[in-house]
């Protein structure tokens, strides 16, 4: 893969997660406002929570009440950072013994469908 595609990527990426955490910011800054009580941050969630927001992307979203409760807990806990998503850790699902034997059994019959390599693999 390019270098540069990649770098670019992981920016596009960034910047994503960082209009998230705005995006998800400007919608709790008012109810996370420490000087409110419990019951007028509620009234205010209830409402945030009744209403469609346009996300970060443009596409209009309602967000549930527990997610701005969770959301004005993270901005407490850890500030705007917490807010942003963090970037995926993709791991392998398959284990690469599996991807080994899948890779031997279709050079062993390059036209062996999954389901038959699946039969092969049992045998």
């Not at 996370?32 to 969630?45: E, I, K, M, N």
């Amino acid at each position: 893969m390019d270098v540069t595609k990649n770098n670019d990527d992981e920016g596009t990426r960034t910047e994503r997660a960082r209009r998230i955490g705005l995006f998800r910011y400007m919608l709790i800054r008012e109810a996370a406002d420490p000087s409110l009580t419990g019951r007028q941050r509620g009234a205010l969630v209830r409402r945030l929570a009744q209403q469609e927001h346009i996300d970060a992307d443009g596409r209009p979203v309602r967000i549930t009440r527990w997610t701005l409760d969770r959301w004005i807990l993270e901005w407490r806990q850890g500030g705007f950072d917490a807010l942003v998503p963090s970037p995926r850790q993709c791991q392998p699902r398959t284990p690469p013994e599996v991807v080994e034997l899948a890779m031997a059994l279709k050079k062993e019959n390059p036209d062996r469908t999954a389901a038959q390599a699946d039969t092969a693999a049992e045998g």
